[in-house]
C-alpha cells in the first residue's frame, strides 16, 4: 500500500507542477469563473426576471450554475494531459515502471478533484464579494464543494476513457468544445427549467449538471433541504459508477 | 561473450491485426553486451522492443529477463530494465530535478536513497547552471541526457534505447556513445534499436538485422563484414607482369591472404584475415611488378545489411 502512495503521490505531484508552470493556464482558470460571475451577472441581471428564477438576486441564482459549469471544464480537461503523454511517449515511459496502472488514472482524479475544489472555493469567494452569502453557512460550503467534486469524477473518468479512444488531441478538444456549451445550456446553468419549452425540459432534468446546480443552488438560496440534496448524492453516485466502470474498460484495454 | 543469459526470446509472434510485425523471432542477449536490433523503420524492431519492456503482450512466443516472463511477472521485469523510447519522451515543462523526483517514486526508491541518487545523476548529466529550467528549452542532446538518467535512476540490470540518436547532431551523438560505452564499462547489458549502420558498426558488441519481423542475421559487426568475403586488396600495376601465375602463388602464400586473382594489370586478394599490406607490397615488387596504385576496401555494414535483405536500410527509412 506504502508503494501505492508514493508512486500516485509521485504522479499527482507532477501534474501541480505542470499547472504551476502553466502560468497562464492557472490564471484563466481560476479567473474564467469570475468573469462568468461579473459579466453575465451584470449583463443578464436585469433580464431575467425574478419570477423566472425565483429570486431578485440574479447573481446568487446564477453562482451554481458557474460552480458546475467551472466542474465541467475542469471534468472535460482531465484526460488532456495523458493524450499528450500518449503522443510524446512518456506514457509508455510512465507505464514500463513497476507502477500499479491505476496509479496514474487516480492521480489525476486527485489532481482534477484538488483543482476544482480549489475552483469552487474562488468563485464562492467572488460571489461573496458580490454579497452573496450562502444560506447554508460554511458547511453549505463544503456541501457544495462534495456535490461539485462528485460531478467533476464522473466527468473526468468520461475525459480519460476518451482521451485513451480517440487518436490525437485536436480529435478529443474539437469533441470537448462541441459538447461544453449545448450541455450548459440543456442546464438549470443560466435559467431555471420551469420555464423551459417541454423537449428542452425533458433533456435538461436527465442532465447530471441539472441535478448538481439545482442542489447547489438551493444549499445557497434557500438552506437545507436534505431530502433533495440525499438524492443528488446517491444520483450522482451511481452517474460516477457508471462513468468508471465505462471508462476503465477502454482504459484497461489500452494500457493493460 | 560468456555472460549469462540476460533475454531469451522464443518464437516471437506479434500480429497487429492479420499482418505480423514479428514474425517467429529467437535470440538470447547476453549480460554485459551492447546489443544492437538493426532494421528499417517498420521492420519489427519497436516492437520487439516494446514487448521486452512489457509495453505489448506478445500474439505467441515468450520473452524471458534474467528468467522472468515478460507477461506472467511483468513487475518483476519492469524493476529489472530501464527504457528510453524513441521520441523525445520528457515533460517539457518540468525540471531535470522533477523528472528524476518523478522517476525516484515511480521506482519506489526510499527518500534518502533517491536524494543521493538524485544528485549524483544531475551531476552525470552536466546540465551545470539549468538543473531548475524546465526541459522543454534544452537542446535534443541535453534532454536525451535527461531521459537516461531518469532511465538509470533505479539501477536496471538492462537498459532499452529506443533510436537513442535519431535527430540529434554529431556531438551530442558522441556523448550518447560515450555514456553508453561507459555503461558496458559498469556491466550493464544494453539493448538499442537503431538504423543506424554506422551507429551499430561503432557501439554493438552483436547484432541482430531484422527485417518484415524476422531475423536476418546475428554476430558481431566485425563476424558479418567477414561473412561477405572480408576485406578486399586490390593491386594495380603500371605494365602487365610477365608471370601472372607465379606472382598469384607468391601472393597466396602470405599469411592472411585468402583467394587471389591476377589478371592483366591488377591483381586482387581477398583477406581472410589482417595481412600486412608491406608484405604484399613486397611480394608484388619481388615478382617485377611495377605499383601504380593500392586500393584496400571494407564491406560495409550498408553491404552487409543489403545482402541479408535484398535492400538498403536508409531508402525504406524515408518511404
Known amino acids: 500500500m506504502n508503494r501505492y502512495w508514493q508512486e500516485t503521490g509521485a504522479l499527482t505531484l507532477r501534474w501541480f ?240 | 561473450m560468456a555472460g549469462a543469459v540476460a533475454i531469451e526470446i522464443t518464437k516471437l509472434v506479434k500480429q497487429f491485426g492479420s499482418t505480423p510485425a514479428v514474425d517467429g523471432l529467437d535470440l538470447v542477449i547476453r549480460e554485459g553486451e551492447v546489443f544492437g536490433l538493426l532494421g528499417p523503420n517498420g521492420a519489427g524492431k519497436t516492437t520487439t522492443l516494446k514487448i521486452l519492456t512489457t509495453l505489448l503482450r506478445p500474439t505467441s512466443g515468450t520473452v524471458s529477463i534474467f528468467g522472468h516472463d515478460v507477461v506472467g511477472e511483468a513487475d518483476a521485469v519492469r524493476q529489472l530494465i530501464g527504457y528510453v523510447p524513441q521520441e523525445r519522451a520528457v515533460d517539457r515543462l518540468l525540471t531535470a530535478r522533477e523528472h528524476l523526483e518523478l522517476f525516484a517514486g515511480l521506482y519506489h526508491l526510499p527518500p534518502d536513497v533517491a536524494a543521493t541518487r538524485i544528485q549524483e545523476a544531475l551531476r552525470l548529466v552536466d546540465l551545470a547552471d539549468r538543473v531548475n529550467a524546465p526541459v522543454g528549452k534544452f537542446s535534443g542532446g541535453m534532454k536525451k541526457r535527461v531521459e537516461i538518467a531518469c532511465g538509470l535512476l533505479h539501477q536496471p540490470r538492462i537498459l532499452f534505447l529506443d533510436e537513442p540518436t535519431l535527430g540529434l547532431d554529431v556531438q551530442s551523438r558522441g556523448q550518447v556513445w560515450d555514456r553508453i560505452r561507459r555503461l558496458k564499462q559498469q556491466g550493464m547489458t544494453v539493448v538499442i534499436n537503431s538504423n543506424y549502420l554506422d551507429e551499430a558498426d561503432h557501439l554493438c558488441d552483436r547484432l541482430a538485422i531484422i527485417d518484415r519481423g524476422k531475423l536476418r542475421a546475428l554476430g558481431s559487426p566485425q563476424e558479418l563484414k567477414r561473412g561477405l568475403g572480408g576485406d578486399i586488396v586490390t593491386v594495380t600495376l603500371a605494365k602487365p607482369i610477365g608471370q601472372p601465375l607465379e606472382l598469384r602463388r607468391a601472393l597466396q602464400a602470405i599469411d592472411g591472404v585468402g583467394e587471389v586473382s591476377v589478371d592483366g594489370t591488377a591483381a586482387r586478394l581477398a583477406l581472410a584475415r589482417e595481412a600486412g599490406l608491406n608484405t604484399i607490397v613486397e611480394q608484388v615488387q619481388r615478382a617485377g611488378g611495377e605499383l601504380q596504385a593500392v586500393h584496400y576496401t571494407h564491406p560495409t555494414l550498408e553491404e552487409v545489411f543489403v545482402h541479408y535483405t535484398g535492400h538498403k536500410i536508409r531508402e525504406e527509412a524515408i518511404q
Open chain 1, 17 to 256: 507542477r505542470r499547472m504551476m508552470r502553466e502560468r497562464m493556464t492557472l490564471i484563466f482558470g481560476l479567473f474564467q469563473p469570475m468573469l462568468w460571475l461579473l459579466l453575465f451577472g451584470s449583463s443578464f441581471k436585469n433580464v431575467a426576471s425574478p419570477q423566472a428564477i425565483g429570486t431578485d438576486n440574479y447573481i446568487a441564482f446564477m453562482t451554481a450554475g458557474v460552480v458546475v459549469m467551472t466542474v465541467l471544464n475542469s471534468g472535460f480537461a482531465g484526460g488532456v494531459d495523458l493524450i499528450f503523454d500518449r503522443e510524446t511517449g512518456f506514457l509508455d515511459r510512465l507505464l514500463a515502471s513497476p507502477i500499479a496502472r491505476s496509479s496514474i488514472i487516480v492521480s489525476r482524479f486527485l489532481f482534477v478533484m484538488a483543482l476544482s475544489a480549489l475552483q469552487i472555493l474562488v468563485i464562492l469567494g467572488t460571489a461573496l464579494l458580490l454579497h452573496v452569502v450562502p444560506a447554508t453557512g460554511l458547511s453549505g460550503v463544503g456541501a457544495i464543494l462534495l456535490v461539485g467534486v462528485l460531478l467533476g469524477v464522473g466527468l473526468t473518468a468520461l475525459s480519460l476513457g476518451l482521451a485513451f479512444k480517440i487518436s490525437s488531441h485536436s480529435g478529443f478538444f474539437s469533441l470537448v468544445g462541441f459538447i461544453t456549451l449545448p450541455l450548459i445550456f440543456v442546464s438549470s446553468a443560466l435559467v431555471s427549467i420551469e420555464h423551459m419549452p417541454v423537449w428542452l425540459k425533458v433533456i435538461a432534468v436527465l442532465n447530471p449538471m441539472t441535478w448538481t446546480i439545482n442542489a447547489v443552488r438551493s444549499l445557497i438560496l434557500d438552506g437545507w433541504f436534505w431530502a433533495q440534496l440525499v438524492k443528488v448524492i446517491v444520483a450522482l453516485i451511481v452517474f460516477d459508477v457508471g462513468c468508471v466502470t465505462l471508462s476503465s474498460r477502454i482504459l484497461r484495454r489500452a494500457v493493460g
